[in-house]
């Protein structure tokens, strides 16, 4: 199969999202299967990488938050669900790697990151309005130092500032 004959993660990813498309599952399956063998680990995280440039020419760190992000839309493609294993070590993998204008490397890579955050938006239940939003806790070495309710889903409460005060002593 064509999955066999290449080792670069971009393109098998593109080849399965194109076989979703056109609900080919003898294609898209194995390429799913291929794609997780590929899997590399970093610090918790999953990424692929990649040998040659992708087709934006991202390359080192940008090409592989590309590539990456490539692979977890064929995941989420294809019925994985954010909570999965591989897709939460790969979005962990694209958060360690944002730059120091919270962006990713290139303009590529950073809207390849957004389509994927987007579709993880849009499977993640809403909470209803009613429902209890919980608690936020913070721990220093293990011990907590202070735990604050969180305001409700449907409210826009902006940034939580939480003095740790002595905590930090």
């Given at each position: 199969?064509?999955?066999?004959?290449?080792?670069?993660?971009?393109?098998?990813a593109?080849?399965?999202?194109?076989?979703?498309?056109?609900?080919?599952?003898?294609?898209?399956?194995?390429?799913?299967?291929?794609?997780?063998?590929?899997?590399?680990?970093?610090?918790?995280?999953?990424?692929?990488?990649?040998?040659?440039?992708?087709?934006?020419?991202?390359?080192?760190?940008?090409?592989?938050?590309?590539?990456?992000?490539?692979?977890?839309?064929?995941?989420?493609?294809?019925?994985?669900?954010?909570?999965?294993?591989?897709?939460?070590?790969?979005?962990?993998?694209?958060?360690?790697?944002?730059?120091?204008?919270?962006?990713?490397?290139?303009?590529?890579?950073?809207?390849?990151?957004?389509?994927?955050?987007?579709?993880?938006?849009?499977?993640?239940?809403?909470?209803?309005?009613?429902?209890?939003?919980?608690?936020?806790?913070?721990?220093?070495?293990?011990?907590?130092?202070?735990?604050?309710?969180?305001p409700?889903?449907?409210?826009?409460?902006?940034?939580?500032f939480?003095s740790?005060?002595?905590?930090?002593?």
């Open positions: 199969p064509f999955t066999n004959e290449y080792d670069e993660p971009y393109t098998i593109s080849y399965t999202l194109a076989a979703l498309a056109l609900k080919d599952t003898a294609r898209s399956e194995p390429a799913l299967k291929r794609l997780r063998g590929m899997a590399l680990s970093n610090n918790g995280g999953a990424y692929w990488s990649i040998e040659t440039n992708t087709p934006f020419f991202g390359w080192g760190q940008a090409g592989q938050v590309e590539t990456t992000a490539v692979v977890l839309r064929a995941f989420l493609a294809s019925g994985s669900q954010p909570k999965d294993d591989l897709v939460t070590r790969g979005l962990m993998f694209i958060n360690h790697e944002q730059d120091r204008q919270s962006l990713w490397y290139s303009t590529q890579a950073s809207a390849r990151v957004l389509d994927v955050l987007a579709e993880v938006a849009l499977r993640t239940p809403v909470l209803s309005s009613e429902s209890d939003p919980g608690h936020l806790t913070v721990q220093i070495d293990s011990q907590t130092a202070i735990t604050v309710p969180l409700p889903a449907v409210q826009d409460a902006g940034p939580i939480v740790l005060g002595s905590s930090l002593a």
